[in-house]
């Protein structure tokens, strides 16, 4: 069945869409799907645009290679989210009073079976922000404790530790890892170096948003944790974009967005604390009710968006069909095949630990010797019809660039002939 006949199938748009309970049953057109999301797929251009024609719905008026800062809803997580705006608009407070409970649970049991931690582990945020923001801000930190960020890591979280730093005098210290590092241990020594005996914290961005590094996260709190310096993870762009569970990273904070790689509409995040150690953060939020060691202390923050939550399921639903392993490879491939051609080009600098598998994945960037990076992001759109979105990086501004599972090779060689052009000036 495709796209297509299941629309028709259940009647045609959103509004006469049956209601379904929240917990959906996969998607019936996943059955045609599931099970071919096989290794032999990952260069199979065909296999894609059949992907892409039954699954998303987006603009042909420009190639999209934005996709890092919030991922398109897929067709069916879409469909279920007009649902579930449509549902809750009827059914009213009668749903929250008496389902929503119920199936708040469930949704918590996908998430943890998705995320491989206990549901008693995790807690839905409105984004990564928040979830951050509740670790960071929960930290018992005092004047002269130390924390160690890295100058890559992302605005709102430094803007976090600088507000810490004026309201309880706690100090900061900045690292710089290079772009492309040479080895582990390279990345493992700028920390050594900063680590005192003050350092209580240190924050790691998992994939970094403005090349697509990934760090070795395990590593670093193997290395540190045993020091009793809490590593905390800022996993927006990791999460359901590689292969891994929450509880491999061996960190006991990690915040996490839902609508980026996750796919789920704008407006979710999740924030994992190890069962543990939720005891030791103090909420945001006011909360004198529940059991210390109960998560849900720390999300006090009032009626998040219902709907959005409810869609949760069928985000997950698409991710379990596609498999994440499968997208990993797939978007691993899309990049290295503009950035190996890119890293050839005259003025290309390519600014990401691009050939490294286990370095990055989706997000790469680049920048043109000699030329202002607005120029190329604007020579690309109207020139070649490609969008793409400028990140400064330390000193520099590049060119980010972030294909998602519609994007295709075709239109990496359209990037690949901007980028052609726009070098040769
Ligand atoms: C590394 C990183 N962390 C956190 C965020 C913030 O995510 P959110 O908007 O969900 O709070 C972003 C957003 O782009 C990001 O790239």
Redesign the pocket.
């Known amino acids: 069945m495709n796209r297509r006949e299941l629309i028709k199938g259940l009647g045609l748009g959103a509004a006469s869409l049956p209601f379904l309970s929240v917990n959906l049953k996969a998607n019936p057109l996943h059955s045609d799907w599931k099970g071919t999301f096989t290794d032999d797929k990952v260069k199979d251009e065909g296999f894609w645009k059949k992907f892409k024609k039954d699954y998303y719905d987006v603009s042909k008026n420009f190639i999209n290679l934005e996709n890092?800062?919030?991922g398109v809803q897929p067709v069916p997580v879409y469909q279920a989210y007009l649902k579930n705006i449509e549902r809750l608009n009827k059914d009213s407070s009668k749903y929250l009073r008496t389902e929503y409970g119920k199936d708040l649970k469930a949704i918590m049991k996908q998430l943890a079976a998705f995320s491989g931690v206990s549901d008693e582990e995790l807690l839905i945020t409105?984004?990564?922000?928040?979830?951050?923001n509740i670790i960071i801000n929960g930290l018992d930190l005092k004047a002269g404790d130390e924390v160690i960020l890295h100058k890559q890591?992302?605005y709102?979280?430094i803007e976090a530790f600088e507000m810490l730093e004026k309201q309880k005098g706690i100090k900061i210290k900045v690292i710089r890892i290079p772009l492309v590092p040479k080895s582990d241990k390279e990345i493992l020594d700028k920390y050594e170096a900063a680590v005192t005996e003050k350092t209580k914290c240190i924050l790691v961005?998992?994939?970094?948003?403005?090349t697509g590094q990934i760090m070795p996260v395990e590593k670093i709190a193997d290395a540190f944790k045993p020091k009793g310096i809490d590593v905390i993870v800022?996993?927006?762009?990791s999460f359901a974009q590689i292969d891994y569970n929450l509880s491999d990273l061996n960190c006991d904070f990690v915040?996490v967005?839902?609508?980026?790689w996750f796919g789920n509409p704008l407006g979710?995040?999740l924030l994992y604390v190890k069962k543990d150690r939720i005891k030791d953060l103090q909420p945001m939020f006011g909360d004198s009710s529940k059991a210390e060691d109960d998560i849900r202390r720390l999300g006090h923050f009032g009626t998040l968006s219902v709907p959005i939550v409810m869609t949760i399921p069928d985000a997950k639903d698409f991710n379990d069909m596609v498999t994440i392993p499968l997208k990993e490879k797939r978007l691993r491939y899309l990049q290295n095949y503009w950035t190996k051609e890119a890293s050839g080009i005259p003025k290309v600098n390519v600014t990401t630990p691009a050939s490294d598998p286990k370095r990055s994945c989706a997000i790469a960037s680049f920048a043109i010797e000699g030329m202002k990076t607005e120029n190329v992001i604007s020579g690309l759109l109207e020139k070649h019809n490609v969008f793409t979105v400028i990140r400064h990086l330390e000193d520099q501004d590049v060119v980010r660039v972030t294909p998602n599972l519609y994007n295709n090779t075709g239109e990496m060689d359209v990037l690949l002939e901007g980028i052609k052009d726009l070098a040769a000036g």
Not at 234 to 237: K, L, M, P, Q, Y
Not at 257 to 260: A, C, D, T
């Open positions: 890092g800062f919030f409105r984004n990564a922000t928040e979830a951050m890591d992302y709102s979280m961005t998992h994939m970094i948003h403005l800022d996993a927006a762009h915040g967005n839902l609508h980026k979710a995040g």
